[in-house]
T-cell receptor, first 113, second 113 residues
Framework: AQSVAQPEDQVNVAEGNPLTVKCTYSVSGNPYLFWYVQYPNRGLQFLLKYITGDNLVKGSYGFEAEFNKSQTSFHLKKPSALVSDSALYFCAVRARGNNRLAFGKGNQVVVIP | GAGVSQSPSNKVTEKGKDVELRCDPISGHTALYWYRQSLGQGLEFLIYFQGNSAPDKSGLPSDRFSAERTGGSVSTLTIQRTQQEDSAVYLC???????????FGPGTRLTVT
């Protein structure tokens, strides 16, 4: 079985401050990990992925995420949040050899001007 | 280039009626997925198509749900005898055969009254 936990329903951050969105996962073997963002009334947009190699991966819009195998985590980070980053963020995991993604419930990020 | 498109964008139907939801994947994307997103929930996997292989239907919640993919391109998700609990946003995603990330359409919001 594969699953994702996003422990916080909502993350509030002041504009210009660092943003962190937490994700932990459970999967057999080595995972493929993803972050997606969903703006209101829009589909999900791909932000970044971890497949193999460097634990720190960089993605779109200045976001990055760090794969931590010992803590089974893949937290999303941005050094300086923008009001336009306010959206719903989903973490997802896929076990190698499995075709389907398991998504977390999502985190609402609110960036306060 | 053109992204994943879905139609209709909104569908209101009466309980007991059948509905068809359509997905046009990105050209060249041989993998196609259907998900369901209910309010306050994450994304629930429904079905996966890859080329000419038999689809992975393991996520379909009941035998009222079915999906087809004709000619390796367009897909239709059919829900028969709709129930109120079927109300959700239905998302389609596609992926290149040698890539890991999925690209999502804007979704169809289904409301069963």
């Amino acid at each position: 079985a594969q699953s994702v936990a996003q422990p916080e329903d909502q993350v509030n951050v002041a504009e210009g401050n660092p943003l962190t969105v937490k994700c932990t996962y459970s999967v057999s073997g080595n995972p493929y990990l993803f972050w997606y963002v969903q703006y209101p009334n829009r589909g999900l947009q791909f932000l970044l992925k971890y497949i193999t190699g460097d634990n720190l991966v960089k993605g779109s819009y200045g976001f990055e995420a760090e794969f931590n195998k010992s803590q089974t985590s893949f937290h999303l980070k941005k050094p300086s949040a923008l009001v336009s980053d306010s959206a719903l963020y989903f973490c997802a995991v896929r076990a190698r050899g499995n075709n389907r993604l398991a998504f977390g419930k999502g985190n609402q990020v609110v960036v306060i001007p | 280039g053109a992204g994943v498109s879905q139609s209709p964008s909104n569908k209101v139907t009466e309980k007991g009626k059948d509905v068809e939801l359509r997905c046009d994947p990105i050209s060249g994307h041989t993998a196609l997925y259907w998900y369901r997103q209910s309010l306050g929930q994450g994304l629930e996997f429904l079905i996966y198509f890859q080329g000419n292989s038999a689809p992975d239907k393991s996520g379909l919640p009941s035998d009222r749900f079915s999906a087809e993919r004709t000619g390796g391109s367009v897909s239709t998700l059919t829900i028969q005898r709709t129930q109120q609990e079927d109300s959700a946003v239905y998302l389609c995603a596609s992926r290149l055969p040698d890539r890991y990330e999925q690209y999502f359409g804007p979704g169809t919001r289904l409301t069963v009254t």
